[in-house]
């Protein structure tokens, strides 16, 4: 199997961008591929995956992912193509992917979608180990008392957030 990948500059930074053959493996806020693309080989099922730079996946998942940047389309709107997860974290990202552009729910509020009401700290940890960003539109979770984290970048989030609202 082979999986494309890229480093493109957008609005909120560099991020780097893998697609394989069912679609985007990674999306993440990041200038340096080579610790990304150490963790997708560390994942399973891509151990074997020869990692190649360019490609026609990615630039289409590149452009999908910087029309909706620039505002010229509602939502990434990519299949994401992630390797089997519990039940548990299937779920969450299914409720997540749902939660509609410009619209927050809590941490509390997709535990209890997810059909796991106290489990709020645990759909943190789901999205902060989220391979996909966009795609699984994590920066749409908040805290319950305001944005909540995202990783090293709280400001990508409030900008994400901003700028699905102003559409």
């Not at 990304?36 to 990615?58: C, H, K, N, W, Y």
């Not at 759909?123 to 902060?128: A, D, L």
Request: charged share 20%.
């Amino acid at each position: 199997m082979t999986i494309e990948w890229d480093l493109i500059e957008t609005p909120v930074g560099a991020m780097f961008v893998a697609a394989g053959p069912d679609g985007l493996v990674a999306l993440a806020l990041a200038d340096d591929p080579a610790p990304e693309l150490e963790a997708l080989a560390a994942r399973p099922g891509l151990a074997s995956a020869e990692f190649v730079q360019g490609g026609e996946r990615v630039v289409v998942a590149s452009a999908a992912i910087l029309d909706y940047l620039a505002g010229r389309r509602p939502d990434v709107a990519m299949e994401p193509a992630l390797e089997s997860a519990t039940p548990f974290v299937a779920r969450v990202r299914e409720v997540v992917r749902a939660i509609p552009p410009g619209s927050t729910m809590t941490y509390g509020d997709v535990a209890a979608a997810a059909g796991h009401p106290r489990a709020a700290r645990a759909v943190g940890n789901v999205m902060r180990a989220n391979p996909v960003l966009l795609a699984i539109p994590c920066h749409r979770v908040v805290a319950s008392d305001g944005p909540g984290g995202f990783g090293r970048h709280p400001e990508v989030k409030q900008w994400l957030l901003a700028h699905e609202r102003a559409r």
